[in-house]
C-alpha cells in the first residue's frame, strides 16, 4: 500500500535548523504535490508548504516564508522541508501528505492516509 513516513524531527534551540524528510514507498513522488502540515497541542491543524511535482511552484504558509524551504529529489523519492530560523511556535508535529492545491496554501488539502509525524520541538 502506497504511505508516505515523515522523519528529521527533533529538539532544537531558537534560531537553529532542522531538515525533514518525506519519503514515499509503493509509489513514485515525481509527479504528485506534495505539502506539509503541522499541528500543536490545542490547535487545529496547519498547512505550512507545498510542492508542486508538475511545474515546481511552491507555496509558503505567512508564518514559515523567508525561513523554511521545501525541494525535492526525486531519485530518493523524497520532498524535504529545511527549516532555519526556526522559533518555539514552530513547535508541533509535522506530517507530509498527497495534496490538491489551487493558487494559496490556505487551499490545500490532502488526500490518502496520514502518517504518524515527526515532532518539532523548539525550545531553549
Known amino acids: 500500500q502506497a504511505r508516505l513516513v515523515e522523519s528529521g524531527g527533533g529538539l532544537v534551540r531558537p534560531g537553529g535548523s532542522l531538515r525533514l524528510s518525506c519519503t514515499a514507498s509503493?509509489?513514485?513522488?515525481?509527479?504528485?504535490?506534495i505539502g506539509w502540515f503541522r499541528q500543536a497541542p490545542g490547535k487545529e491543524r496547519e498547512g505550512v508548504s507545498c510542492?508542486?511535482?508538475?511545474?515546481?511552484?511552491?507555496y509558503y504558509a505567512d508564518s514559515v516564508k523567508g525561513r523554511f524551504t521545501i525541494s525535492r529529489d526525486n531519485a530518493k523519492n523524497t520532498v524535504y522541508l529545511q527549516m532555519n530560523s526556526l522559533k518555539p511556535e514552530d513547535t508541533a508535529v509535522y506530517y507530509c501528505a498527497t495534496v490538491t492545491i489551487s493558487g494559496t496554501i490556505a487551499t490545500m488539502a490532502a488526500f490518502g492516509s496520514w502518517g504518524l509525524g515527526t515532532q518539532v520541538t523548539v525550545s531553549s
Open positions: 510542492t508542486k511535482g508538475s511545474d515546481g511552484s511552491t
Open positions: 509503493g509509489f513514485t513522488l515525481d509527479y504528485y504535490a
